[in-house]
């Protein structure tokens, strides 16, 4: 997950505002039920301390999710009466909660906003196709391409006028799939899109994709059903949440390996929050990984003004000489780190679900930009 859209919040000191709330239900009720979910959220904000001003920002800016459509929820970070940063998310949170503390509590976003995988839809007949983007926040038209439409069916004679129309309806049909291919192409070349799925006969299908262009192959999936089918949502949703725990397992599987140390004696990641806050500390973090529940996410590190002022120990940052000092989560402390320095971050979930495979140490580790 790049990390560059959290800029905002570390350009501020704190205390902070986090909110998290869903949005994916709607009824008739919706509107009322919302109102009262705002109200809660400002009062356990007060309830931890935080200032009016600030309470009052964040229950206005929820209270105008009243008629949201939103379909999974939306996360909030306030300070001094003012919401800084209020992205839409991914996947509906477990329950709406409120947080205030020294940092913002990003680490959630790692799940709710994190891998949203982007998809290119190509509804593909003989005539041309249409492209639809997908994403977890939507869908929306990503153009079309038409190609030849005459001739465009065989007949069944066996007559020699009527092989060589055949051959022109081959030739047709070759001719719109290379035309498809093209222009899939050029969409996920403009949209960046993660995904490329094929939706038509198998035939057609198959056409295109035989003419895509091989650095393209591993983006590319087809869906059984087509268009008219309630299930095509489905395989569009199990193909965008294959790709997301491919990517978790690429990546863990990486930070395992190198977590073992090399010819020179040392490793390429590291785990356990003393080794990670030395890390952070020299910008030497590349990726950060995290599994939510790991028991290091929530334990209590000391933090300064800058993001590399970071320690296990208070008095570590005096040592450094660090003035100011507040205690923070260590999952928070990291990622405000990684977003200072460029890095990148991951939850590790997907990975750890799906195959039983092992994850950092207390749910925390990070490859090594070196060792």
Same mark, same amino acid.
């Given at each position: 997950m790049d990390l560059a859209f959290l800029h905002p919040l570390y350009e501020h000191p704190g205390p902070w505002a986090s909110v998290y709330v869903d949005t994916s239900r709607h009824t008739e009720a919706t509107p009322h039920e919302r109102h009262l979910t705002a109200t809660a959220m400002a009062r356990e904000l007060a309830s931890q301390g935080a200032d009016e001003e600030t309470c009052l920002a964040v229950r206005?800016?929820?209270? &105008? *999710?009243?008629?949201?459509? &939103?379909?999974h929820g939306r996360a909030l970070f306030a300070r001094a009466g003012e919401v800084v940063l209020d992205p839409p998310l991914a996947r509906s949170p477990d329950g709406d909660r409120a947080h205030w503390a020294p940092l913002p509590h990003t680490a959630p976003l790692l799940e709710l /906003?994190? @891998?949203?995988?982007?998809? /290119?839809? #190509?509804?593909?007949?003989?005539?041309?196709?249409?492209? @639809? *983007?997908?994403? #977890?926040?939507?869908? !929306? =038209?990503?153009?079309?391409?038409t190609g030849r439409t005459w001739p465009l069916h065989r007949t069944s004679t066996a007559d020699w006028s009527e092989r060589h129309f055949q051959l022109k309806v081959q030739n047709t049909w070759e001719h719109n799939a290379a035309e498809i291919a093209d222009a899939l192409t050029v969409c996920q070349e403009e949209t960046r899109a993660d995904l490329l799925v094929l939706? +038509? @006969?198998d035939r057609e299908r198959r056409a295109v994709r035989e003419r895509l262009p091989e650095r393209l192959d591993a983006l590319v999936a087809e869906a059984p059903h087509g268009s008219g089918s309630r299930l095509l949502d489905e395989d569009v949703e199990r193909v965008r949440a294959e790709h997301v725990r491919q990517r978790a397992e690429q990546e863990l599987e990486r930070f395992l390996a190198a977590r073992e $140390?090399?010819? =020179? +004696?040392?490793a390429g #990641?590291? @785990?356990? /929050?003393?080794?990670l806050v030395e890390a952070a500390r020299e910008h030497r973090i590349d990726e950060l990984l995290l599994h939510p529940e790991g028991p290091d996410a929530h334990r209590e590190v000391w933090i300064g003004e800058d993001p590399d002022q970071i320690a296990v120990r208070r008095t570590e940052l005096t040592v450094l000489g660090e003035q100011n000092s507040w205690s923070a989560r260590a =999952? =928070?402390? *990291?990622?405000?780190s990684a977003v200072a320095t !460029?890095?990148?971050? *991951?939850?590790?979930? $997907?990975?750890? &679900?799906a195959s039983g495979a092992e994850g950092p140490v207390g749910g925390l580790g990070a490859l090594l930009r070196w060792a």
């Amino acid at each position: 997950m790049d990390l560059a859209f959290l800029h905002p919040l570390y350009e501020h000191p704190g205390p902070w505002a986090s909110v998290y709330v869903d949005t994916s239900r709607h009824t008739e009720a919706t509107p009322h039920e919302r109102h009262l979910t705002a109200t809660a959220m400002a009062r356990e904000l007060a309830s931890q301390g935080a200032d009016e001003e600030t309470c009052l920002a964040v229950r206005q800016a929820l209270d &105008e *999710l009243q008629h949201s459509r &939103e379909p999974h929820g939306r996360a909030l970070f306030a300070r001094a009466g003012e919401v800084v940063l209020d992205p839409p998310l991914a996947r509906s949170p477990d329950g709406d909660r409120a947080h205030w503390a020294p940092l913002p509590h990003t680490a959630p976003l790692l799940e709710l /906003v994190g @891998e949203d995988p982007v998809c /290119v839809v #190509a509804y593909i007949d003989r005539k041309g196709a249409a492209f @639809e *983007l997908r994403s #977890a926040l939507g869908r !929306g =038209d990503a153009g079309s391409v038409t190609g030849r439409t005459w001739p465009l069916h065989r007949t069944s004679t066996a007559d020699w006028s009527e092989r060589h129309f055949q051959l022109k309806v081959q030739n047709t049909w070759e001719h719109n799939a290379a035309e498809i291919a093209d222009a899939l192409t050029v969409c996920q070349e403009e949209t960046r899109a993660d995904l490329l799925v094929l939706v +038509g @006969e198998d035939r057609e299908r198959r056409a295109v994709r035989e003419r895509l262009p091989e650095r393209l192959d591993a983006l590319v999936a087809e869906a059984p059903h087509g268009s008219g089918s309630r299930l095509l949502d489905e395989d569009v949703e199990r193909v965008r949440a294959e790709h997301v725990r491919q990517r978790a397992e690429q990546e863990l599987e990486r930070f395992l390996a190198a977590r073992e $140390p090399g010819a =020179d +004696g040392r490793a390429g #990641a590291v @785990e356990g /929050v003393p080794a990670l806050v030395e890390a952070a500390r020299e910008h030497r973090i590349d990726e950060l990984l995290l599994h939510p529940e790991g028991p290091d996410a929530h334990r209590e590190v000391w933090i300064g003004e800058d993001p590399d002022q970071i320690a296990v120990r208070r008095t570590e940052l005096t040592v450094l000489g660090e003035q100011n000092s507040w205690s923070a989560r260590a =999952d =928070d402390a *990291l990622i405000r780190s990684a977003v200072a320095t !460029g890095a990148a971050a *991951l939850a590790v979930t $997907p990975a750890t &679900e799906a195959s039983g495979a092992e994850g950092p140490v207390g749910g925390l580790g990070a490859l090594l930009r070196w060792a």
